[in-house]
């Protein structure tokens, strides 16, 4: 009975201290603070970005307004591909969710890389499987077990300035076309010499 009652209260224990320390690994959005500065410009300007061709500059440094050591906690930068509202109507997987592990509307990791003091930037080519919509970027500072602690934007909070509109490739690849291609001759040379096998075959049999 004693060690029945040992195991109970054992496994109530544990189920509480992993409780708690679940509870402490959800990131919020809401509990993120604004304090990187962002932007994304393109390279060309006017237009609909094309897909696995336009490059975009993006940048990123800790805003000016920010506090000494408010990124004290920073480890690592990550830079996403975020939808607009635009192209989130009717589309519930790209529905934005306070829960950031839940949060469908940023899917498109763009880079990851480690924290520097000094700002940073990269030339971007848009993916060639990013669909077409329009986006926003966004870069989350997290810490040194990858939760989110802190966030910046090239959009205002509502998401509805600096957006840009990319077209995405539709229709066949060439290199899918060739692949077909070659699978069809492939095809037919099979057919070709399995029907002349057997009419050799027929053949035989008719002189036996």
Same mark, same amino acid.
Do not use: E, T
């Given at each position: 009975m004693a060690v029945q009652t040992f195991l109970f209260a054992s496994l109530i224990i544990f189920s509480s201290i992993e409780s708690n320390h679940g509870a402490t690994e959800v %990131? !919020? &959005?809401t509990n993120l603070e604004n304090l990187l500065e962002v932007t994304a410009k393109p390279t060309r300007v006017g237009v609909v970005w094309e897909a696995g061709k336009d490059i975009v500059r993006i940048t990123?440094?800790?805003?000016s307004s920010a506090k000494v050591? $408010? $990124?004290a906690a920073f480890k690592t930068v990550e830079v996403? !591909?975020?939808? =607009?509202?635009i192209s989130q109507v009717d589309r519930p997987w790209r529905k934005t969710h306070n829960e950031l592990s839940r949060d469908r509307s940023c899917p498109h990791k763009i880079v990851s890389k480690p924290y520097d003091k000094i700002p940073q930037s990269l030339n971007w080519t848009i993916d060639r499987e990013t669909p077409t919509g329009t986006y926003f970027i966004r870069a989350y500072g997290t810490d040194v077990n990858g939760y989110e602690v802190a966030y910046g934007q090239s959009s205002d909070a509502e998401k509805t300035t600096n957006l840009f509109s990319v077209e995405g490739i539709s229709g066949r690849h060439t290199s899918l076309d060739? =692949? %077909?291609i070659c699978f069809s001759v492939f095809s037919f040379g099979s057919l070709l010499v &399995? !029907?002349?096998k057997e009419k050799r075959k027929a053949k035989l049999q008719q002189r036996k």
């Open positions: %990131s !919020l &959005f990123w440094m800790l805003k050591n $408010d $990124d996403k !591909l975020c939808y =607009a509202p060739i =692949a %077909s &399995f !029907l002349v």
